[in-house]
């Protein structure tokens, strides 16, 4: 649920005997550190874990993590995409199954490059993506979502104050992971979500129009109604030097047939393309392609996608 400093915060619950209403009485939080044996592993939230030692969960108690079980996804970021940096990918969260793209509309305005490239991260883990769309008070919606509308991403639209429940309906059951800058309301969507989450919030610096880090490393939370959400820490840049063009391409499954008659070493953004043709004969839809492309261009930027938009209404 927790990583902190070489301690790992999980929650034990034990199968209960048959027909027996005792489950939710036995969980228990247990903290734990890694085995030797398992070398250099990393372990991050939203492992499921084998514990050895006292697991009993009174203070000052601590087992040994000694096995991490096999994932059924990973969400990873590149620490960036830099010549001088190695570019090695990090593991963010585990067996997630839906990656909520926070954003605000306003203060501090939309960035569509930030949404580009946790989208392409979502395809890279094969995580469901749902963009999440706050502060729709201070700004309405319509350009970020006919920017998004040829890709089929699902949405939802909030404001403060508002009901949460549409949301609450896409969480339910599943285990979703919220990723965002900061300052987009994320950890206020979270205390709504969670009440007894207490998860600090900011305000966005009037200068810079960013918001500051409240979050400082990432948690697994609980829903009421069911389904965990795991909060991360609002993020400057997503690095995707881990993610290779074939990734995103399998994303486009009614483009990607046709891709086999690009010229050798083709990066389908420039002319040769075999994509342009497909389009022009109207087997494509353009604005579907731009969107493509422009998913592709996302993976060779520079650290800073903080950079706002401006997009028409």
């Known amino acids: 649920m927790a990583v902190d400093r070489g301690r790992y915060t999980t929650l034990v619950e034990p199968e209960p005997p048959k ?12 903290v734990a550190m890694k085995a030797r044996e398992l070398g250099r592993k990393g372990i991050v939230v939203g492992d499921r874990v084998a514990l050895v030692g006292d697991v009993s969960g009174e203070p000052d108690a601590l087992a040994r993590v000694v096995r991490v079980e096999p994932r ?41 490059r930030m949404i580009d490239r946790i989208l392409v991260a979502a395809f890279d883990a094969e995580i469901e993506p749902l963009l999440c769309l706050t502060k729709s008070d201070l700004a309405p919606p319509t350009g970020l979502l006919a920017l998004y509308e040829p890709l089929g991403v699902p949405h939802l639209v909030v404001h403060k104050g508002g009901s949460l429940d549409e949301l ?13 800058h900061s300052g987009v309301g994320k950890s206020t969507l979270v205390n709504a979500l969670v009440p007894d989450a207490n998860r600090a919030v900011s305000q966005v610096n009037a200068v810079t129009g960013r918001g500051r880090h409240t979050s400082t490393s990432a948690v697994a939370l609980e829903l009421p109604e069911g389904g965990w959400i795991i909060d991360t820490p609002g993020v400057r840049s997503f690095g995707l030097a881990h993610v290779s063009v074939e990734t995103v391409l399998a994303a486009f499954p009614d483009m990607i047939e046709v891709t086999v008659n690009c010229p050798k070493g083709c990066n389908h953004l420039g002319d040769g393309c075999a994509l342009d043709a497909w389009v022009a004969e109207g087997k494509a839809d353009h604005a579907r ?25």
Do not use: C, F, W, Y
């Open 19 to 30: 027909g027996s209403a005792q489950k939710r009485k036995q969980r228990r939080l247990v």
């Open 72 to 112: 059924t996804s990973m969400l990873r970021r590149s620490a960036d995409d830099t010549e001088d940096t190695d570019g090695i990918e990090r593991p963010v969260v585990a067996n997630a199954d839906q990656l909520v793209i926070v954003t605000a509309l306003a203060d501090p305005p939309p960035r569509p």
């Open 168 to 180: 609450r309906d896409h969480l339910t059951g599943r285990i979703s992971v919220l990723v965002g």
């Open 289 to 313: 392609l731009e969107s493509l492309r422009r998913l592709l261009s996302s993976r060779e930027g520079t650290l800073d996608d903080t950079a706002p938009s401006h997009l028409a209404d």
